[in-house]
């Protein structure tokens, strides 16, 4: 047990690259699933909550560096197993299903070793915080040939949204030729409380003896601190910040409906015009994407006023669906004089995409979020970040697949 442990922290290191992948155990329809989470912070109590509500499922164990976390994940789920090192849950052939909702940072690392390992993955968004890191987990996806079900935790690929826009995009010249995707993002908090700031997490928990430090920095260095620990959102070495908190989440919705690819360009802009508490990742920015279809992206945040709202419209020469908590299609007169404007029926709940994980375990059917979506989506936001930190406009080059 401990040499193979040994060598799955060389696995996690990229050092044994050439592991063959376990295969999965073999799942019917009426089989429970067994589930083990990696990284029970907020957002993996939120998916823990998600996933006790899915037919069929068991939630077996968890793992988390931080005791405290494991703790209050306990109390969620009391007949599960906590570990404080995730490499432990690999080891246990009876989970069948790894939830990775760990910083972005750590991600390469997890996806990697839980697919050599033999288990299913629900890897929560942004699929990476590097382009290495994402290429990295292309590798290790390619080499799984497709023996584990692979869900990127983009919910809104499995929005009745999906089904509103196809219906508006046909036929063709419902909507015509399309040329833009503009898309915001904004939201506001009282002055007195920075957004993503968490001062009531800062307690005299957080200190070595509670957080396995190095498992949290992984390639990073730097020593402990509680603060770049508790606000990792706020730092380029662990997050893209709201590029890859929220820019992603729209994004990938329309990748996944319009098929779109790694964009020619990226521009991005802002600052941090609100606060100044030691966050490098800013608070307000723009971006811009030059899509090979021939289409502008556009996305703009901002965290100081949500007048404007979470909206995207795309935008035709016959007409726009637009999209925010229903999906709306108006006609360009100029174009479709005759036609009205339409609202979309179809809702989601919560939970249906993790549903739609464990539907593609059983049936061995792609999941609504495969990992070719969410790569692209990474790429994109990767590129976004790499052109606001370099001060330019930065280009893809599709044949060495860098970022220039």
């Known amino acids: 047990m401990d040499s193979r442990r040994k060598f799955l922290g060389k696995v996690a290191s990229g050092l044994a690259g050439t592991l063959a992948a376990v295969p999965a155990r073999a799942l019917g329809a009426s089989d429970r699933i067994r589930v083990g989470i990696i990284g029970v912070g907020d957002r993996g109590l939120e998916l823990l909550n998600q996933i006790r509500v899915c037919d069929n499922v068991e939630i077996a164990a968890f793992a988390d560096i931080y005791t405290k976390r494991l703790e209050k994940a306990a109390s969620f789920a009391p007949s599960a197993t906590s570990f404080a090192d995730y490499r432990r849950l690999l080891d246990d052939s009876s989970i069948d299903a790894l939830v990775i909702s760990?910083?972005?940072?750590?991600?390469?690392?997890?996806?990697?070793?839980?697919?050599?390992?033999?288990?299913?993955?629900?890897?929560?968004?942004?699929?990476?915080?590097?382009?290495?890191?994402?290429?990295?987990?292309?590798?290790?996806?390619?080499?799984?040939?497709?023996?584990?079900?692979?869900?990127?935790?983009?919910?809104?690929?499995?929005?009745?949204?999906?089904?509103?826009?196809?219906?508006?995009?046909?036929?063709?010249?419902?909507?015509?030729?399309?040329?833009?995707?503009?898309?915001?993002?904004?939201?506001?908090?009282?002055?007195?409380?920075?957004?993503?700031?968490?001062?009531?997490?800062?307690?005299?928990?957080?200190?070595?003896?509670?957080?396995?430090?190095?498992?949290?920095?992984?390639?990073?260095?730097?020593?402990?601190?509680?603060?770049?620990?508790?606000?990792?959102?706020?730092?380029?070495?662990?997050?893209?910040?709201?590029?890859?908190?929220?820019?992603?989440?729209?994004?990938?919705?329309?990748?996944?409906?319009?098929?779109?690819?790694?964009?020619?360009?990226?521009?991005?802009?802002?600052?941090?015009?609100?606060?100044?508490?030691?966050?490098?990742?800013?608070?307000?920015?723009?971006?811009?994407?030059?899509?090979?279809?021939?289409?502008?992206v556009s996305w703009s945040s901002g965290f100081g006023n949500n007048q404007l709202g979470i909206t995207e419209d795309l935008l035709g020469s016959h007409g726009t669906i637009s999209r925010a908590n229903h999906v709306r299609y108006t006609p360009q007169k100029v174009n479709r004089p005759d036609d009205l404007e339409r609202m979309g029926r179809a809702g989601h709940v919560p939970h249906v995409h993790m549903e739609n994980f464990f539907d593609s375990i059983r049936t061995s059917r792609e999941p609504n979020c495969t990992f070719e979506t969410g790569y692209r989506v990474t790429v994109a936001c990767i590129m976004a970040v790499a052109s606001y930190r370099a001060g330019r406009t930065v280009y893809w080059n599709a044949e060495t697949e860098e970022i220039v």
């Open 102 to 296: 760990t910083p972005p940072h750590l991600h390469a690392e997890q996806f990697s070793a839980a697919l050599d390992a033999g288990k299913h993955v629900y890897q929560e968004k942004t699929l990476a915080n590097t382009l290495d890191q994402a290429k990295q987990m292309r590798a290790s996806y390619l080499k799984d040939h497709g023996k584990h079900a692979v869900q990127i935790g983009h919910q809104a690929c499995s929005f009745g949204h999906l089904t509103d826009v196809a219906q508006f995009m046909t036929p063709a010249d419902r909507i015509g030729k399309i040329s833009a995707l503009v898309m915001r993002n904004y939201r506001n908090t009282p002055r007195a409380k920075a957004q993503w700031a968490r001062p009531a997490m800062l307690t005299s928990d957080v200190n070595p003896q509670n957080v396995a430090w190095k498992s949290f920095a992984g390639e990073t260095t730097g020593a402990f601190d509680a603060n770049r620990f508790i606000h990792w959102r706020y730092f380029w070495d662990y997050s893209g910040g709201n590029v890859s908190e929220n820019m992603s989440q729209q994004l990938a919705f329309w990748y996944h409906a319009l098929q779109l690819q790694i964009p020619y360009s990226a521009t991005m802009s802002g600052g941090n015009y609100l606060w100044n508490d030691g966050r490098e990742t800013p608070d307000t920015m723009d971006v811009s994407l030059d899509q090979p279809e021939q289409m502008l």
